[in-house]
């Protein structure tokens, strides 16, 4: 890091320039987000303390926290095979991996929609099984499970190809088990990747929305999400509804933002 | 090496399920019919509009955010300004708002029932439901790709070096383009690429911000979820196989370009 100055000059027009950009763009827009809900207070606290937006809000954070969970125990498997084992097609699902930030949301839900809906190609089996999916919750957790899919699994690796794998060889030089070398060597040492990983995966879940509406059909008080209720309350145009549910996701959001910030530094 | 292997079995069975397996059946779709009914429903009218407005906003989105995004990581690395926290914090910050909500932003201060928004109306530039709030939310949702990627490379590099130019007679303009700027341009291109493939995926502050007017403000995305609620699944398939070949092109391109700007500072 070089000594910093103050800026003078052409550099201080640039500096100004630069806050009055992210002003505009980011701190104006979500003022005036909280006036709107501030003006209209009373009617929002009803609508969001209702059975619909409480539904909503009850999926979005038990998939986001279902997400946190799977994302956790196959991010850390999948750090560890794609960093420490070498293996014919490893560079494929490396590949695979990152597949899913190239789709948009909506393609996400259609490709899903195409294996799981009435003439998916994985009805067949589903209808065997007996499982009510498609427009039903399991279809909202599986596209937010595809869609966060390599968040956890990046930072996790990125963590493992720092620290190497010599602590592990001499924790199993010392007569430790592969599992005991597992729980008391590599889990700890991915643990700051593990927190980073769980952060990413819950911005993005609580956050998903074209996916999730393709696939779960927005339906209230079934696969209805906070985002989806946002949606469906802009189309009914009950702005403050809409208004005060973003308002909420946008509060949760800055949290996590702390949370990623602290963990910057 | 038994526990390893079943590992291994383990996550590949996981993302081929959970990732190859929808993918695959997402392109088999899209050809399916073959070549003619792909023809058909990518060139229908309304779907190349959609396909030419998101090109456009989003090759416009870059253009600004490479310009600014290089401004902003300038200062958060240069300059001892104050809140140099709550400007690093605010770039993130689109990062953790979830991308309707960032459309939801725009409508609540652009929307035609607002007192901005009924002004700018009047003066024939309306933001929401317009192509303008297209690149606004794009503008909202990039922001921190350009700054992320320039940031490290940025500060690598010696200020001493663009001071030393000035000192001896270049101009301010002279030391931009000779001295700053070509260290930092393969960074500034990976963010660019970045920038471009996401606001051609771009969906959800779309979604609320920009209208969905046919051969207006219908971008790909939101064409193709029409598509798909008008029981026209194949063609939806069509149109997204042509929005995931412009994504898969430019991952490539996205990473030679990150490895030479990192390896020029390694």
Same mark, same amino acid.
């Given at each position: 890091m070089h000594s910093l100055r103050r800026p003078t000059g052409v550099s201080r027009f640039i500096f100004l320039g630069v806050c009055a950009w992210l002003a505009a763009l980011l701190l104006v827009p979500l003022g005036a987000l909280c006036v709107n809900v501030a003006s209209d207070l009373g009617h929002v606290v009803s609508v969001l303390s209702g059975p619909e937006a409480l539904n909503a809000i009850a999926l979005t954070l038990a998939v986001t926290l279902a997400c946190i969970v799977f994302n956790g125990i196959f991010g850390v498997a999948g750090a560890l095979v794609l960093v420490r084992q070498r293996f014919v097609g490893r560079r494929v699902l490396d590949a695979l991996v990152d597949l899913p930030l190239a789709l948009s949301p909506v393609m996400t839900g259609l490709a899903f929609l195409l294996v799981l809906g009435r003439s998916g190609v994985l009805r067949p089996v589903v209808d065997r099984l007996g499982l009510d999916v498609a427009f039903a919750w399991p279809s909202v957790l599986i596209v937010t499970l595809f869609v966060t899919l390599p968040f956890t699994l990046r930072e996790v690796a990125l963590v493992l190809e720092e620290v190497g794998d010599s602590e592990e060889q001499a924790a199993s030089t010392l007569g430790a088990s592969a599992w005991q070398a597992f729980w008391r060597v590599t889990l700890p040492n991915v643990r700051g990747g593990l927190v980073m990983g769980a952060t990413l995966t819950a911005a993005r879940a609580l956050g998903e929305f074209g996916a999730v509406l393709v696939v779960g059909g927005s339906i209230a008080n079934r696969t209805q999400t906070a985002t989806t209720f946002i949606h469906g309350a802009l189309e009914e145009r009950q702005e403050s509804a809409a208004y005060g549910m973003a308002l909420l996701l946008a509060a949760a959001a800055v949290a996590l933002l702390f949370v990623l910030q602290r963990r910057r530094e | 090496m038994r526990g390893s292997l079943l590992l291994r079995l383990?996550?590949?069975?996981? &993302?081929?399920?959970?990732?190859?397996?929808?993918?695959?059946? $997402?392109?088999?779709? @899209? =050809?399916?019919?073959?070549?003619?009914?792909?023809?058909?429903?990518?060139?229908?009218?309304?779907?190349?509009?959609?396909?030419?407005?998101? $090109?456009? !906003?989003?090759? $416009?989105?870059?253009?600004?955010?490479?310009?600014?995004?290089?401004? &902003?990581?300038?200062?958060?690395?240069?300059?001892? &300004?104050?809140?140099?926290?709550?400007?690093?914090?605010?770039?993130?910050?689109?990062?953790?708002?979830?991308? $309707?909500?960032?459309?939801?932003?725009? =409508?609540?201060?652009? @929307?035609?029932? !607002?007192?901005?928004?009924?002004?700018l109306i009047g003066l024939g530039i309306p933001v929401a439901f317009a192509r303008t709030g297209i690149v606004m939310a794009l503008l909202f949702v990039t922001l921190p790709f350009v700054v992320r990627a320039v940031e490290p490379v940025l500060e690598e590099l010696d200020p001493a070096e663009e001071e030393a130019a000035y000192t001896m007679g270049a101009t301010r303009f002279t030391t931009l383009v000779r001295v700053l700027l070509p260290p930092i341009l393969p960074a500034v291109a990976a963010g660019a690429v970045q920038t471009f493939a996401r606001s051609v995926a771009e969906f959800g502050s779309l979604a609320a911000v920009s209208g969905n007017i046919p051969h207006r403000t219908l971008v790909a995305p939101v064409y193709i979820l029409g598509e798909v609620e008008a029981g026209n699944p194949g063609g939806a398939a069509s149109v997204s196989l042509v929005l995931l070949a412009i994504a898969l092109s430019l991952q490539p391109l996205a990473g030679a370009l990150a490895r030479r700007a990192g390896a020029r500072h390694a």
């Open positions: - | 383990g996550v590949v069975a996981w &993302v081929t399920a959970l990732v190859a397996l929808p993918v695959t059946v $997402l392109v088999l779709r @899209g =050809v399916e019919d073959g070549p003619h009914a792909f023809w058909i429903a990518v060139s229908d009218p309304t779907a190349i509009d959609a396909l030419v407005l998101s $090109l456009w !906003t989003a090759a $416009l989105a870059t253009t600004i955010n490479a310009v600014v995004g290089t401004a &902003v990581a300038w200062v958060l690395v240069r300059w001892d &300004v104050p809140g140099r926290r709550v400007i690093a914090a605010l770039v993130d910050l689109p990062l953790a708002i979830p991308t $309707l909500v960032a459309g939801v932003l725009l =409508v609540a201060l652009f @929307g035609p029932q !607002t007192a901005v928004g009924h002004v």
